[in-house]
Every structure is written in structure tokens, then in C-alpha cells.
């Protein structure tokens, strides 16, 4: 009995389980949506100064 509890709890430390990588998925998209305003204008920028660089080439 004791070796069952001992194999458990090493089985739990060693891996990264289901419900980790769900709530990290919404934790990510929560922030994507809190923050998507200033994302759009930060990739809009990007592009804007890669297309002129691209032009003056």
C-alpha cells in the first residue's frame, strides 16, 4: 500500500496534465481578449513599417 502511494505521487509530479493545458488555453485567450485592441494596433504597426521598409528597398 505504501508503494502505490509513493509510485502516485511521483506519477503526479512528472507530467503536465489535461487540466493544466486547458486552463492555460483560457488564460491565454482571456488575455488575447482583454487585450486585443492594442494587439491589432501593434501588429497594424508592424506591417505598415515592413511594407515601407520593403518599398524603399
Known sequence: MK???QEMKQ???GG???VEM???IVVLIAVV???KSQ???LVE???Q???SQALSV
Open 45 to 47: 504597426s508592424i506591417f
Open 39 to 41: 494587439i491589432t494596433s
Open 49 to 51: 513599417k515592413i511594407t
Open 11 to 13: 506519477q503526479k509530479l
Open 3 to 5: 508503494t502505490l502511494l
Open 22 to 24: 486547458i486552463l492555460l
Open 33 to 35: 481578449l482583454i487585450f
Open 16 to 18: 503536465f496534465g489535461t
